[in-house]
């Protein structure tokens, strides 16, 4: 089965702090997209970061970064700076051609 | 900002009950998507569709579970009858095939089936 796992079911960190979500695939495309999706408490779905496979070069979103290997089929997302407003549940994500297929998720929780 | 409208938001009914809930996808976008989030399954695709098409409903449970999208701007998803392990946030989510763009997400219906 072609699946996403993220290994931690949570985290924490403190305020101001740098934290790096986990986060691998299996996929036997040669080409396609990664996500994060961040789900706070009002449970939107918001896109915080996205990088394309072909793409060598990681993806940067202001605090948000990944460190994308390809042929380890790994996806981490680094937070820098930690802030209250971070505390979510994060979704790693990867395209398999139109569908999109979620890990477990992470939560995250930043502390004062 | 071009929004993925779901209503209702939230809705309690009684086990046995029908349950519509509905999407309208960010106009332009030519698929759409259907997720269920459990705390024990995470987000499910249960079904989705392209150019008002079903291209692949596999997550979805037939017997009870209906999924359509009767013109480009609305998609439906019911559950005819209700069951209690139906209780979960149902997402619609919208797109455009073939741009690998990222799927814009409703804030989802909070179902609960008594």
């Known amino acids: 089965a072609q699946t996403v796992t993220q290994s931690q079911p949570e985290m924490s960190v403190q305020e101001a702090e740098t934290v790096t979500l986990s986060c691998t695939y299996d996929?036997?495309?040669?080409?396609?997209?990664l996500f994060w999706y961040k789900q706070p408490p009002s449970r939107q779905m918001i896109l915080v970061i996205r990088q394309e496979a072909y793409k060598q070069q990681n993806a940067t979103e202001n605090r948000f970064s990944v460190n994308f290997q390809k042929a380890a089929k790994s996806f981490s997302l680094k937070i820098s700076d930690s802030q209250l407003g971070d505390t979510a549940m994060y979704f790693c994500?990867?395209?398999?051609?139109?569908?999109?297929?979620f890990g477990p998720g992470t939560s995250l929780s930043v502390i004062p | 900002d071009a929004r993925v409208t779901q209503t209702p938001r939230h809705k309690v009914t009684e086990m046995g009950q029908e349950v519509t809930m509905r999407c309208q996808p960010i106009?332009?976008?030519?698929?759409v998507f259907w997720y269920r989030q459990t705390m024990m399954q995470g987000l499910e695709l249960l079904a989705y569709?392209?150019?008002?098409?079903?291209?692949?409903d596999s997550g979805m449970p037939k017997d009870r579970f209906s999924a359509e999208m009767p013109d480009a701007t609305l998609a439906t998803l019911k559950i005819q009858p209700s069951e209690p392990r139906d209780s979960a946030v149902y997402f619609c989510a919208s797109g455009r095939q073939g741009e690998y763009q990222p799927q814009h997400f409703g804030d989802g219906t909070r179902l609960s089936i008594l």
């Open positions: 106009l332009g976008h030519n698929t």
């Open positions: 996929t036997s495309e040669n080409n396609y997209y």
């Open positions: 569709f392209r150019n008002r098409a079903p291209l692949d």
């Open positions: 994500g990867r395209t398999s051609y139109d569908k999109v297929i």
